[in-house]
């Protein structure tokens, strides 16, 4: 790292009482996780908590798990770059998260079909081809859209705790951090992750509410608007103005992805619903949490602003660096949000707030390590080797959650990409959720889809590989990433529709649309 | 471009009062939840001993 910009990173207000304090967070944290693993008795105890999660418990649990520090990361460089125009992905994701909620949409019917994951309830609605398909491609996915999340969430710590950015620092809090939440995960499955991430919502909305204030009171309500007025222009408000750094069909694009892919695709949301008490809890979980999934963007969105503004007319030393007219380079964006909390906040809250941010990246790690290694062994590996024990479950799993804390310890460690961490995310889960949308409403809402339709339509989400930057630049292309997730998206379907139009199922009649019933797994056990 | 900002405004002091209130309710009643988790799970834990 150039020197300068490690000088400017280096000096916080972060202090010896800072680090008291977030060690004793992450110290009870950690006690927590392995008191509550006696509960771990079989595998649905182990991956949904035995499904007795109410809807406090649900709402708390699916807000510690989507409010990731790695959304907190590029929602802050979203709203740095965007100003207060990136709020409207807040607001489609809010909007769509609680009409899921009303209507039940997927979420309702999954719930009601007594599944432990999503794939088995296409073993159940189609066959076992199509549920270990979408097991491997929804850990493939989800996996490689997990590969940034150690790094990234590493970086912020090390931004707000003034570690220098060369050496020890970076790999040291990564495998730390690593090795904490592996530990808890592995020992009491979703007990410890929904126990855990009960104590990390309470701290870390505490935090993001101090943090709003104080970000407020040091920079001012109305220099905010005023500095992004200048600086921006309209782009800085309207996000559907040509030239932004949005468009319609970029918010479009954030109605599927960061509203209906978050809260009613994405497996580690809706392990949430799979893990309620009934369907009404579902319902009521997601309505309420529809405020969550619109903080988790709006706040972060809101610190970005907050460091922009601040940069520019508070800091002029730094704004040098992020700014620089010399043409050289300038410094990761990514570091403006802990810089910015790193200086206003004091020393003693600043190690609440450090707390609260770790809070959100263990409660995201430890839920999608047990979401992905639990796919691999109920919809993978049992399918292929035709059974397994309740023992032999819990163990595979068990590993599964350390080979995958390992392979995103070296991706994170190897990772040299540009900084769209953003459309990293969204293309890498695209391979999954593209697939799986026409898949789940096609099995959940039609009679008429068939298992070679799904077979086909979950093959079709590999088209989003093409949203990759290195991929279009091997292939010549130059095509925006939220024009190729939204046409895979409508292939999957129409793929879906043809398909099983075309080689209809036999037996379609005596599939499982939506009704409750003994799953495969419970079955087994 | 106005419309916008004010827009906007509304939208984050109103999103932001009613995640304060949630998070209030939730934290309570979370607690209450966690022990209810917890008794249903002795509950089952017990059950194979008592047959």
């Known amino acids: 790292m150039n020197p300068e910009h490690a000088a400017i990173l280096a000096e916080t207000n972060f202090a010896t009482l800072d680090w008291i304090i977030v060690f004793a967070y992450l110290s009870i944290s950690l006690v927590i996780g392995l008191y509550v693993r006696k509960y771990v008795v079989n595998m649905a105890g182990y991956i949904t908590a035995g499904r007795g999660l109410g809807t406090c418990l ?22 740095f770059t965007g100003g207060f125009a990136a709020f409207h992905i807040a607001l489609v994701a809010g909007v769509v998260t609680f009409f899921v909620g009303i209507s039940g949409f997927i979420v309702g019917k999954l719930r009601g079909t007594g599944v432990l994951t999503i794939p088995e309830y296409y073993s159940q609605r189609f066959d076992k081809k199509t549920r270990i398909l979408g097991g491997i491609m929804l850990a493939l996915g989800g996996i490689l859209n997990m590969g940034l999340f150690l ?10 705790c003034g570690l220098s950015q060369t050496g020890w620092a970076l790999p040291g809090v990564m495998i730390f951090l690593l090795v904490l939440v592996l530990i808890y995960t592995v020992m009491g499955g979703m007990f410890s992750v929904v126990v855990t991430d009960y104590i990390q ?14 970000a407020i009171y040091h920079i001012g309500w109305d220099t905010m608007f005023q500095v992004v007025a200048e600086n921006m222009g309209e782009a800085g408000f309207n996000p559907l103005t ?4 949005f468009g319609a069909e970029y918010v479009l694009w954030m109605a599927f992805t960061a509203g209906l892919v978050s809260c009613a695709l994405w497996p580690t949301a809706v392990a949430r ?7 009404a809890t579902v319902k009521k979980q997601y309505m309420f949490s529809s405020i969550s999934f619109m903080v988790r963007f709006l706040v972060p969105n809101f610190l970005g602003i907050a460091a922009f503004v601040f940069i520019a007319v508070k800091a002029p030393e730094i704004k040098a660096a992020f700014f620089p007219t010399d043409g050289s380079a300038p410094m990761d964006n990514l570091y403006a949000m802990p810089i910015l909390l790193g200086r206003i906040i004091p020393s003693g809250l600043l190690g609440l707030i450090s707390a609260s941010m770790i809070a959100a990246f263990m409660s995201t790690h430890d839920s999608y390590l047990l979401v992905w290694s639990s796919v691999i062994t109920q919809d993978i590996i049992a399918p292929i080797r035709g059974g397994m024990s309740t023992k032999g479950r819990i163990l595979c799993t068990r590993v599964s959650i350390v080979v ?4 995103i310890l070296y991706w994170g460690l190897m990772y040299k990409g540009s900084d769209d961490i953003w459309d990293y995310m969204a293309v890498t889960g695209a391979i999954y959720f593209t697939g799986s949308f026409a898949v789940l409403v096609g099995g959940l809402y039609w009679k008429r889809a068939s298992s070679t339709g799904a077979f086909m ?13 290195p991929v279009q630049q091997m292939l010549g292309l130059d095509i925006p990433g939220a024009r190729v997730g939204l046409t895979t998206v409508v292939f999957s379907v129409l793929v879906m529709i043809i398909a099983s139009l075309l080689f209809p199922d036999k037996q379609t009649e005596t599939k499982t649309m939506g009704s409750s019933s003994l799953t495969e797994t419970e079955a087994a056990l | 471009m106005s419309l916008w900002i004010t827009f906007w405004k509304f939208f984050f002091v109103i999103t ?7 998070s209030v309710w939730v934290t309570i009643g979370g607690y209450a939840d966690i022990k209810k988790l917890f008794r249903k799970m002795d509950e089952a834990r017990n059950e194979p001993e008592d047959e």
């Open chain 1, 273 to 279: 619903a799979l893990a309620a008490e009934d369907v």
């Open chain 1, 151 to 160: 790094k990234v969430g590493s970086l912020f710590i090390v931004g707000v």
């Open chain 1, 201 to 214: 919502f309470v701290v870390l909305s505490a935090g993001l509410l101090i943090t709003t204030g104080l």
């Open chain 1, 58 to 79: 649900g709402i708390a649990t699916l807000t510690g798990t989507e409010m990731g520090l790695v959304t907190v990361m590029y929602s802050a460089q979203k709203g």
């Open chain 2, 16 to 22: 932001l009062l009613l995640f304060a209130v949630m």
């Open chain 1, 457 to 469: 339509a979950l093959l079709s989400g590999l088209g989003a590989i093409l949203g990759l930057g």
């Open chain 1, 404 to 407: 995958i804390g390992l392979y």
């Open chain 1, 242 to 245: 040509t030239g932004g750094g």
